[in-house]
């Protein structure tokens, strides 16, 4: 089994006047141990990530690392459309202690498939952590080819991809082309986590495992045991609250519901907004039908 695997939590960064919230923070770390997460990824888009000082994004990182304490692994986010930014998040995770790396690239800059490939090379070739290429065109602009990837895969510390295309037919074609042993295929969505482990992946990075990491790990569990009509019971159970999570920008919605379940105050940094009254009161709904709340 890869180190990187199940229901991997997409962590929100949490705030308290206009400050990160350390106890809320470390208090979200020891709950998603106990309710059976199997790795974290703070500091990632859902963390916020664009609006951290360089200060909080290592903080958050390094506090997340001591609170785990070994007993689940952490991939930091680490990924810049600035290589040199990217190479130093690397290093400073590294020192941190973190497990692994989580980095996207592309967005704005709207490198060419050479220029996605020296990025990355650029990033592994200073630091030593396993890094996880975020391949998310909606967000970045630009898409990682399979044939990038299947070349990005022969260096050494390039291990696996979260991928966040929609494309369902990606992993299949990845894998025709990348015969790396251990090579992981995480979904980067939510909506696609079973589906996705039909194809070859082996878990999810998840928004929903924020407020229901129980479920999202019961879900994971249960594919990753060849028990794919049982998981699929309960992805339809949970489908509702995946799509509600981004009906606004994320991590709004996140965040919304992550205070209803008192781990955090709903406060995120412009440009996200509060979420508003429509789907708060849906989400709190949908929170209720899976006895969440």
């Not at 519901?257 to 940094?269: D, I, V, Y």
């Not at 907004?273 to 789907?279: A, I």
């Amino acid at each position: 089994m890869q180190k990187f695997h199940g229901s991997i939590v997409a962590l929100v960064t949490p705030f308290k006047d206009g400050k990160v919230d350390e106890k809320a923070l470390e208090r979200m770390v020891e709950w998603h141990i106990a309710q059976g997460t199997h790795a974290i990824v703070p500091t990632g888009t859902t963390g916020e990530s664009p609006t951290l000082s360089e200060a909080e994004h290592t903080r958050v990182v390094k506090l997340v690392v001591e609170v785990a304490h070994g007993r689940i692994p952490v991939m930091a986010g680490a990924g810049s459309n600035n290589p040199i930014e990217a190479v130093h998040y690397s290093q400073e995770a590294e020192k941190a202690g973190a497990d692994a790396l989580l980095h996207v690239a592309g967005y704005y800059n709207k490198p060419s498939q050479d220029g996605l490939y020296a990025h990355f090379k650029m990033v592994h070739d200073n630091c030593s952590l396993p890094i996880f290429v975020y391949n998310i065109p909606g967000r970045a602009v630009v898409n990682v080819l399979p044939q990038t990837l299947a070349k990005l895969s022969e260096l050494p510390r390039i291990v696996g991809v979260k991928d966040a295309t929609g494309d369902l037919a990606r992993p299949w074609i990845e894998r025709t082309l990348i015969k790396k042993e251990g090579f992981t295929w995480l979904s980067g969505e939510d909506a696609t986590q079973v589906s996705y482990n039909v194809a070859g992946g082996v878990g999810c990075i998840s928004v929903t495992a924020n407020i229901a990491p129980a479920l999202v790990a019961k879900v994971q569990n249960l594919t990753l045991e060849n028990k794919w009509a049982e998981a699929r019971e309960l992805q339809d159970k949970l489908m509702p609250l995946h799509q509600l999570m981004f009906k606004e920008p994320s991590p709004a919605g996140a965040k919304y519901a992550a205070s209803l379940l008192g781990l955090c105050s709903e406060e995120a940094r412009l440009p996200i907004m509060p979420l508003s009254e429509k789907w708060r009161a849906e989400i709190k709904s949908e929170m209720q039908k899976l006895e969440l709340i």
